[in-house]
Nanobody, 124 residues
Framework: QVQLVESGGGLVQAGVSLRLSCAASGRTFSGYVVGWFRQAPGKERESVAAVSWLGGRTYYADSVKGRFTISRDTAKRTVYLQMNSLKPEDTAIYYC?????????????????WGQGTQVTVSS
């Protein structure tokens, strides 16, 4: 079993930065992919970024390439999402998810574990 806890969300103005954290506990993460997803009101949950626990390979959705950076600290068992140049359209609940043996860019249905989410609101 894996537990995921997100933190770092908040209300910010457009153009600033935020860093989200996803702290993991439970079984070993070897072979896992950890992803960030977001869900805006009235929209489907969409993939934002993902990182492989071993090797640190990354994936980004086109909408965040060049602005967001995903990273992981294996010693702290934490995955980060650095979000720069935030836009109002980035407003959403951001979720961390983990799954074993996934390809980067795997859809949300293939992830096994989810956090409770953290709200990010970007005002114009």
């Amino acid at each position: 079993q894996v537990q995921l806890v997100e933190s770092g969300g908040g209300l910010v103005q457009a153009g600033v930065s935020l860093r989200l954290s996803c702290a993991a506990s439970g079984r070993t993460f070897s072979g896992y992919v950890v992803g960030w997803f977001r869900q805006a009101p009235g929209k489907e949950r969409e993939s934002v970024a993902a990182v492989s626990w071993l090797g640190g390979r990354t994936y980004y959705a086109d909408s965040v390439k060049g602005r967001f950076t995903i990273s992981r600290d294996t010693a702290k068992r934490t995955v980060y999402l650095q979000m720069n140049s935030l836009k109002p359209e980035d407003t959403a609940i951001y979720y961390c998810a983990a799954g074993a043996g996934l390809r980067l860019g795997a859809p949300k249905g293939e992830y096994d574990y989810w956090g409770q989410g953290t709200q990010v609101t970007v005002s114009s």
